[in-house]
Nanobody, 122 residues
Framework: QVQLVESGGGLVQAGGSLRLSCEAS????????MGWYRQAPGNKRELVAA???????NYADSVKGRFTIFRDNAKNTVYLQMNSLKPGDTAAYYC????????????????WGQGTQVTVSS
């Protein structure tokens, strides 16, 4: 029901910046929470940043002050602006949508994008 398409990953040097985009197939106003997760080889998938439909955001401690999540409702897109990147930020980044309202029903499951690779060289 909800499809998510990420873009914007790539290779960047330490200290550089990247902006990830996640376009949803539905109005993101109807999605409770949208977020970005990441998973490095051998590690569990972890939350990077999330934003609710009402606007509040939360961030992993490791990215506070460097990453910003924001949404453009008109484009049904959520962005993750990543500055001051570190080699430790290297991972596959996944867009997530949690909680979808449609036609009077609430679907509580998670929806995931296919992932985009971010590689930060030292």
């Amino acid at each position: 029901q909800v499809q998510l398409v990420e873009s914007g990953g790539g290779l960047v040097q330490a200290g550089g910046s990247l902006r990830l985009s996640c376009e949803a197939s539905v109005s993101i106003r109807s999605i409770n929470t949208m977020g970005w997760y990441r998973q490095a080889p051998g590690n569990k998938r972890e939350l990077v940043a999330a934003v609710t439909s009402g606007g509040p955001t939360n961030y992993a401690d490791s990215v506070k002050g460097r990453f910003t999540i924001f949404r453009d409702n008109a484009k049904n897109t959520v962005y993750l602006q990543m500055n001051s990147l570190k080699p430790g930020d290297t991972a596959a980044y996944y867009c997530n949508a949690r909680g979808y309202y449609n036609g009077g029903y609430y679907y509580s499951q998670d929806y995931w994008g296919q992932g985009t690779q971010v590689t930060v060289s030292s």
